[in-house]
T-cell receptor, first 114, second 109 residues
Framework: DAGVIQSPRHEVTEMGQEVTLRCKPI?????LFWYRQTMMRGLELLIY????????DSGMPEDRFSAKMPNASFSTLKIQPSEPRDSAVYFC????????????FGEGSWLTVV | GQSLEQPSEVTAVEGAIVQINCTYQ??????LSWYQQHDGGAPTFLSY????GLEETGRFSSFLSRSDSYGYLLLQELQMKDSASYFC??????????FGTGTRLQVTL
């Protein structure tokens, strides 16, 4: 199995630019999570989907952040406009709910906004 | 909401035993998981407790007490490769998974 695939792995962008992070969950998994990790705030849950439907987006920092899951094999997290404080590692993770409680993380997208 | 607290750092000697504690406050709780993360890597699953008691997986064990809103991860026969960050995570309503603050474990010779 290929695991959770995220792109890009690394991105450096200028403040004010739009950033789009992409995630392909493990085939057959029906839950998808977006997390953000920083030294100061640790691993924060931004949003998660069950069966492509957003269940809880209370962790999304503000309206500049949006996430979509148009189908079971693809999700995007978009930041528009980006700000330096958005610099972090963004992880996507997926799970097959009926198979237990393990979630599988992608390798992360390392975002730097300058 | 949910909040999970862990010690920020723990140091132990190779071959020793170390315990990493986690206390939680949740509005809905179904179980506690533990994840390991090496520097520059992604978190990986170690164990899950859905019921009170001890779960053992090789050198790692995890414990849960729902009445005390408390759990711990026990690492035995520590190896240098165990140096990493360890996170507890609570499964809540609608399968929401919230992570703790993380504990950085340093294993020394």
């Amino acid at each position: 199995d290929a695991g959770v695939i995220q792109s890009p792995r690394h991105e450096v962008t200028e403040m004010g630019q739009e950033v789009t992070l992409r995630c392909k969950p493990i085939s057959g998994h029906n839950s998808l999570f977006w997390y953000r990790q920083t030294m100061m705030r640790g691993l924060e849950l931004l949003i998660y989907f069950n069966n492509n439907v957003p269940i809880d987006d209370s962790g999304m920092p503000e309206d500049r952040f949006s996430a979509k899951m148009p189908n079971a094999s693809f999700s995007t997290l978009k930041i528009q406009p980006s700000e330096p404080r958005d610099s972090a590692v963004y992880f996507c993770a997926s799970r097959q709910v009926s198979s237990g409680n393990t979630i599988y993380f992608g390798e992360g997208s390392w975002l730097t906004v300058v | 909401g949910q909040s999970l607290e862990q010690p920020s750092e723990v140091t132990a000697v190779e071959g020793a035993i170390v315990q990493i504690n986690c206390t939680y406050q949740t509005s809905g709780f179904y179980g506690l998981s533990w994840y390991q993360q090496h520097d520059g890597g992604a978190p990986t699953f170690l164990s899950y407790n859905g019921l009170d008691g001890l779960e053992e997986t090789g050198r790692f064990s995890s414990f849960l007490s729902r009445s005390d809103s408390y759990g711990y991860l026990l690492l035995q026969e520590l190896q240098m490769k165990d140096s990493a960050s360890y996170f507890c995570a609570a499964t809540g309503t609608a399968s929401k998974l919230t992570f703790g603050t993380g504990t950085r474990l340093q294993v020394t010779l």
